[in-house]
């Protein structure tokens, strides 16, 4: 047991409404799993011309506003 680190870098969909794989969303999900899992996760964002918090990845999920674009 001991620290980690996971960094995954891609091109995709991200922040549309109504599209339940995008990449946020995903990681968003990711976050809540290894919490679930009994891991300590220190930080989480996703970056992608601006930058997402996702330490919080319940709030994260619940709030729809953070996870679709205006586009």
């Known amino acids: 047991m001991g620290q980690w680190n996971i960094t995954v870098r ?3 969909a991200h922040h549309n ?3 339940t794989t995008d990449a946020n969303r995903m990681a968003a999900q990711f976050v809540k799993d ?3 899992a009994g891991h300590t996760v220190v ?3 996703i ?3 601006g930058d997402d918090n996702l ?3 319940e709030a994260y999920l619940d709030d729809k506003s953070k996870q ?3 586009s």
């Open 10 to 12: 891609g091109v995709g």
């Open 55 to 57: 330490t919080d990845a």
């Open 34 to 36: 290894l919490r679930a």
């Open 68 to 70: 679709d674009s205006e």
């Open 47 to 49: 970056t992608y011309g």
């Open 17 to 19: 409404k109504k599209y």
């Open 43 to 45: 930080s989480a964002s």
